[in-house]
C-alpha cells in the first residue's frame, strides 16, 4: 500500500498585549505533542523587511506580481517552521500580527489569531515591577535610558510606538476590523490563571482542534536570555502552577487611574464584530 501524504500543516498566531500570559498560553500548548509554540519570534519582523523590499521602495519590484509576494510570504512562514517537521499545528508569537490581520487571511484562509489581552493598568504595573526588580541595570525596553522615572516609563511604554502602545492600538484595530469575524479571539489573562481549563477548552474550540488534557500544575517554559538581552529579567517567565496571584498595585494611583477604563473588549457595544471573547 502507498504511504499517504503528510497533511498540510497548520499555523495559527498569538498577539496581543505584553504582559498579558502570551507566553503562559504558548508554555500550555507546548503540552500537546501536535503543537508548536513560542515566545515572540522573529518571524513577523522578517516578512516586515521583504514587504518592503518587494514594494517600489526597491526599483526592480514592479517585476513582482502579487501572487509572487504572496508566495514569498507564506513560503517565509512555512520554511522557517520546516526545520521541525514533527508538530502538525504551529503558533507564531507577535505583537504585529493584530495589525496584520488582511495580511493573514490573505497568506492563510484558515489561520486563527488569539490576542491576550488584560486591563492595560495592570499590564504597565507589572512591567514596573519588573524595572523594579532590576534596580542595578537598565533595560532596552528604554533604550537603556537611566534617567526614567515610573511617569516617563508609563509614557515610553504607551507612546504609539511603545511597546504597550503599539500592541493596545494593534489588537484594537484587529477587533475592530473588517477580518475580526471568525479568525480573532481574544483571551484575557485572569481567565487564563483563575480558570486556565475553561480558557484553555475555549481556544481549542476556537481552533477546531481536538482537545488534550493538559497538566496545569505543571508548566514550563523558560527564555532567560532574550530576557536578559532586553535588560528584563523574568520578561517571559512562567511560574510551574498556574493561579492567580492578587497583588496591590505599585503604580502611582493618578497613574493606574488614567488606564483603568480602557478594556475596550469588556464592553459587549464595542463588539460589532462578535469576536469570541473569553
Not at 57 to 73: I, P
Not at 159 to 188: C, I, S, W
Not at 227 to 253: C, F, N, S, W, Y
Request: with cysteine; glycine share 6%.
Amino acid at each position: 500500500m502507498s504511504e499517504q501524504p503528510a497533511s498540510p500543516r497548520a499555523f495559527h498566531f498569538i498577539s496581543g498585549l505584553p504582559r498579558s500570559g502570551s507566553t503562559l498560553l504558548a508554555a500550555i500548548l507546548n503540552q500537546n505533542p501536535r503543537f508548536s509554540a513560542g515566545m515572540t519570534s522573529p518571524l513577523a519582523d522578517i516578512m516586515g523587511l521583504v514587504m518592503a523590499e518587494a514594494s517600489s521602495r526597491n526599483d526592480f519590484a514592479f517585476d513582482v506580481s502579487d501572487a509572487q509576494r504572496a508566495a514569498l510570504l507564506r513560503g517565509l512562514v512555512e520554511n522557517f517552521y520546516s526545520v521541525n517537521a514533527a508538530p502538525q499545528v504551529v503558533f507564531d508569537t507577535s505583537r504585529l500580527w493584530c495589525s496584520r490581520m488582511g495580511l493573514l487571511a490573505t497568506l492563510f484562509p484558515g489561520a486563527r489569531v488569539i490576542a491576550c489581552v488584560r486591563p492595560l493598568a495592570w499590564v504597565l504595573d507589572s512591567m514596573e515591577r519588573l524595572v523594579r526588580a532590576q534596580p542595578l541595570s537598565v533595560s532596552k525596553v528604554f533604550r537603556y535610558d537611566t534617567n526614567t522615572t515610573v511617569y516617563s516609563r508609563a509614557e515610553a511604554l504607551t507612546d504609539p510606538r511603545g511597546m504597550v502602545g503599539f500592541a493596545f492600538q494593534a489588537t484594537k484595530e484587529a477587533f475592530y476590523g473588517p477580518h475580526a469575524a471568525q479568525r480573532l479571539m481574544l483571551l484575557n489573562y485572569d481567565t487564563l490563571a483563575r480558570d486556565p481549563g475553561t480558557a484553555m477548552r475555549a481556544v481549542y474550540a476556537f481552533l477546531g482542534e481536538p482537545w488534550f488534557e493538559h497538566d496545569f500544575d505543571h508548566v514550563h517554559y523558560s527564555a532567560d536570555e532574550f530576557d536578559a538581552r532586553v535588560g528584563m529579567p523574568g520578561l517571559h517567565a512562567v511560574k510551574p502552577k498556574i493561579q492567580a496571584i492578587e497583588r496591590t498595585p505599585v503604580l502611582p494611583r493618578e497613574i493606574f487611574a488614567r488606564f483603568a477604563n480602557e478594556s475596550f473588549w469588556l464592553d459587549p457595544r464595542n463588539n460589532l464584530n462578535q469576536v469570541q471573547v473569553v
